[in-house]
Nanobody
Framework: DVQLQASGGGLVQVGGSLNLSCVTS????????IAWFRQAPGKDREPVSC????????WYADSAKGRFSISRDNAKNTAYLQMNELRTEDTAVYYC??????????????????????WGQGTQVTVSS
């Protein structure tokens, strides 16, 4: 079975940091793009960051630039989202996604293979003032 297990969320004060992890199994992790999405109360789900397979590059939402860092360890089938300088508006459920390609504001986050789109269960991030 395909599994994406997001973890690392929690309650943190403004200015603090969290490191989210996405441990996966059941699919070809290294062939897919890995994206982090978030959904805040009353808002649509939005992409936060994406890291391509291979040398395809990395994308960040404007709100995340300079504060967040996405990475992946293909040997461990695991992706990460390091979040620093957290703000109250970062409060959301954060979801790990694996896909075969997504266009994000002109940047193509590349994956390979037959069309696939896998989602994890999400992890809650709450930033308090």
């Amino acid at each position: 079975d395909v599994q994406l297990q997001a973890s690392g969320g929690g309650l943190v004060q403004v200015g603090g940091s969290l490191n989210l992890s996405c441990v996966t199994s059941g699919f070809s992790f290294d062939a897919l793009a890995i994206a982090w999405f978030r959904q805040a109360p009353g808002k649509d789900r939005e992409p936060v960051s994406c890291i391509s397979s291979g040398d395809g590059g990395i994308w960040y939402a404007d709100s995340a630039k300079g504060r967040f860092s996405i990475s992946r360890d293909n040997a461990k089938n695991t992706a990460y989202l390091q979040m620093n300088e957290l703000r109250t508006e970062d409060t959301a459920v954060y979801y790990c996604n694996a896909n075969t390609g997504v266009l994000l504001e002109g940047f193509y986050c590349q994956g390979f293979g037959y069309p696939r789109d896998h989602w994890g269960q999400g992890t809650q991030v709450t930033v308090s003032s």
